[in-house]
């Protein structure tokens, strides 16, 4: 199947530096991106979508100027979380989805844990 | 809209044992089901899908699922679970025709036993 990365896999920062999150589709191209942010014990929550080419789109409530998303090539998209606080310390995910005939599936990567000291 | 149940939070069960996780969804038109596997700190990884045909899918690692429109169920069962099973498992629903974004349920975590 196909596979998604995401660098770094952990990442441990200082309270208002920021922090960048890469997503990469290695053997396809994906011409949208998700970016999801999962509690411990709880399910995966939708920030953004993330189109190549073109802004991203941003849930509900989710701050776009704190996580700033850009979707440069149809095989990377970056996860910025600006001037981290202890509270962004989360579970980061990104997902590529292969629009194609099975439903349009999405892969998701390895996920990325930040934690804000 | 719509939306995702999984009313057990936690599943413990024995080495060997069947084991069958529930996932109930709420949609008035078409839909393409999911089951993910999470391992600890890890992403999610596709166990089987459900997008037309056959109502019994077979997915990874012996596990299977039955798409029962009638009662907007998606159950997922192993007839013998390892030790290695121990995970968090997902149902998704992406609404057919719609924006193709799945909707997850809360998760299931299941917990084998020796």
Same mark, same amino acid.
């Given at each position: %199947?196909?596979?998604?990365?995401?660098?770094?896999?952990?990442?441990?920062?200082?309270?208002?530096?920021?922090?960048?999150?890469?997503?990469?589709?290695?053997?396809?191209?994906?011409?949208?991106?998700?970016? $999801?942010?999962?509690?411990?014990?709880?399910?995966?929550?939708?920030?953004?979508?993330?189109?190549?080419?073109?802004?991203?789109? $941003?849930?509900?409530?989710?701050?776009?100027?704190?996580?700033?998303?850009?979707?440069?090539?149809?095989?990377?998209?970056?996860?910025?979380?600006?001037?981290?606080?202890?509270?962004?310390?989360?579970? $980061?995910?990104?997902?590529?989805?292969?629009?194609? %005939?099975? %439903?349009?599936?999405?892969?998701?990567?390895? %996920?990325?844990?930040?934690?804000?000291? | 809209?719509?939306?995702?149940?999984?009313?057990?939070?936690?599943?413990?069960?024995?080495?060997?044992?069947?084991?069958?996780?529930?996932?109930?969804?709420?949609?008035?038109?078409?839909?393409?089901?999911?089951?993910?596997?999470? /391992?600890?700190?890890?992403?999610?990884?596709?166990?089987?899908? /459900?997008?037309?045909?056959?109502?019994?899918?077979?997915?990874?690692?012996?596990?299977?699922?039955?798409?029962?429109?009638?009662?907007?169920?998606?159950?997922?069962?192993?007839?013998?679970?390892?030790?290695?099973?121990?995970?968090?498992?997902?149902?998704?629903?992406?609404?057919?025709?719609?924006? /193709?974004?799945?909707?997850?349920?809360?998760?299931?975590?299941?917990?084998?036993?020796?």
């Amino acid at each position: %199947g196909a596979v998604v990365s995401q660098h770094p896999s952990w990442v441990i920062c200082k309270s208002g530096t920021s922090v960048k999150i890469e997503c990469r589709s290695l053997d396809f191209q994906a011409t949208t991106m998700f970016w $999801y942010r999962q509690f411990p014990k709880q399910s995966l929550m939708l920030m953004a979508t993330s189109n190549e080419g073109s802004k991203a789109t $941003y849930e509900q409530g989710v701050e776009k100027d704190k996580f700033l998303i850009n979707h440069a090539s149809l095989t990377l998209s970056t996860l910025t979380v600006t001037s981290a606080h202890p509270e962004d310390s989360s579970f $980061y995910i990104c997902s590529a989805r292969v629009s194609s %005939g099975s %439903g349009n599936e999405q892969f998701f990567g390895p %996920g990325t844990r930040l934690t804000v000291l | 809209a719509q939306s995702v149940t999984q009313l057990d939070s936690q599943v413990p069960v024995f080495e060997e044992a069947p084991v069958e996780l529930r996932c109930n969804y709420s949609s008035s038109v078409s839909v393409y089901l999911f089951w993910y596997v999470q /391992y600890p700190n890890q992403g999610l990884q596709l166990l089987l899908k /459900y997008l037309s045909g056959s109502t019994l899918v077979k997915g990874i690692n012996g596990f299977e699922a039955e798409f029962n429109k009638s009662q907007t169920s998606f159950h997922l069962r192993k007839p013998s679970v390892h030790i290695s099973d121990t995970a968090e498992y997902f149902c998704a629903v992406i609404r057919g025709g719609g924006s /193709y974004i799945p909707t997850f349920g809360r998760g299931t975590s299941l917990i084998v036993h020796p």
